[in-house]
């Protein structure tokens, strides 16, 4: 049974940054790409950015040059960092990744983390 766990998730004021973290759990041989989604209410889920097993990444347009992805492989983690936060940031955050197990490979999700950016 694998599992994905996000934190660090909260309030914050337009401006400001959080660091989101998504640690994944179970019987895992390998994780090959790991993303970051977002749902703001009343919208369909969108991506925010990934990263693969050799740490290139890419991002939506609309964090790029606010949000850096990276992971830490030894602790099957992975950390959204956000700057420069704005209003239109708020959403629920979700954590996907392509997990290798002992017996398939899959693409599993967390159940998000909540931020909310206001004033």
């Given at each position: 049974q694998v599992q994905l766990v996000e934190s660090g998730g909260g309030l914050v004021q337009p401006g400001g940054s959080l660091r989101l973290s998504c640690a994944a759990s179970g019987s895992i041989l390998s994780i090959n790409f790991m993303n970051w989604y977002r749902q703001a209410p009343g919208k369909?889920?969108?991506?925010?950015?990934?990263?693969?097993?050799?740490?290139?990444?890419?991002?939506?347009?609309?964090?790029?040059?606010r949000f850096t992805i990276s992971r830490d492989n030894a602790k099957n983690t992975v950390y959204l960092q956000m700057n420069s936060l704005k209003s239109e940031d708020t959403a629920v955050y979700y954590c996907n990744a392509g997990i290798r197990t002992v017996t398939n490979v899959n693409s599993y999700w967390?159940?998000?983390t909540l931020v909310t950016v206001s004033s």
């Open positions: 369909e889920r969108e991506f925010v950015a990934v990263i693969t097993s050799e740490s290139g990444t890419n991002y939506a347009d609309s964090v790029k040059g967390g159940k998000g």
